[in-house]
């Protein structure tokens, strides 16, 4: 769970430019944005997509423990 709240906080390091935006606006954040850099007005927090980008984050890295663990499992008891 840690570990998919850490990648979903850095994913606002990651700018995500939509199609149509404001000239000037940088937008940060992976797979939804939630930080908004504007130029002269400063940043916005999306907490709500922060929120779901972690949650997103949190279940990918869950699957795939979940996913090595059971592969780990196989593999010890092949002979």
């Given at each position: 769970m840690v570990i998919g709240v850490c990648i979903g906080l850095v994913g606002g390091f990651v700018e995500n430019q939509p199609d149509a935006s404001v000239i000037g606006h940088k937008y940060y954040g992976f797979p939804l944005v939630w930080r908004i850099t504007k130029m002269f007005l400063g940043e916005e927090y999306l907490f709500f997509e922060?929120?779901?980008?972690?949650?997103?984050?949190?279940?990918?890295?869950?699957?795939?423990a979940l996913l090595a663990k059971a592969l780990l499992k196989d593999k010890k008891h092949a002979p």
């Open positions: 922060l929120f779901v980008d972690c949650v997103f984050w949190v279940a990918v890295v869950l699957v795939i």
